[in-house]
């Protein structure tokens, strides 16, 4: 269960890590907007577009792979099986926000379906 809730804790620090292009994008359009920080991610371009996207299917992903953690030690049914595919989810997304941001798009949707997956074949242990 351990390498479990490690991913998970890794799973929920990802998005905050991954705000730091973000606001290193958003700085050089003129410097950080703290009044009005939505406002001003809305006018990114480029890497700092892509950079937001990440960050907020960092988000997105996190739903369905917490989930997952939480359905299969509920169900106390963690297995080798469960703890490798969290591995592999962590790794992915890792992975799928360097793609993003270097636009490798074939990568980057290749890492996604690898990390969805992997939440997925986390859950089906719970079964």
Not at 17 to 35: F, I, R, S, T
Not at 39 to 67: D, P, T, V
Not at 88 to 112: F, I
Request: glycine share 8%; charged share 10%; with cysteine.
């Amino acid at each position: 269960m351990t390498t479990l809730l490690t991913c998970l804790l890794l799973a929920m620090l990802l998005p905050y890590l991954a705000k730091g292009p973000v606001a290193v994008a958003m700085a050089k359009l003129g410097g950080y907007d703290n009044h009005h920080p939505r406002s001003q991610q809305a006018k990114l371009e480029g890497f700092g577009a892509r950079a937001l996207a990440a960050h907020q299917n960092a988000f997105e992903s996190l739903l369905i792979f917490g989930l997952a953690v939480v359905a299969v030690i509920a169900a106390g049914k963690v297995n080798g099986t469960a703890e490798v595919a969290a591995v592999v989810h962590v790794v992915a997304r890792v992975g799928y926000q360097l793609a993003y941001l270097y636009d490798t798009d074939k990568l980057r949707s290749s890492l996604w379906f690898v990390g969805i997956i992997a939440s997925f074949t986390v859950l089906a242990q719970a079964f």
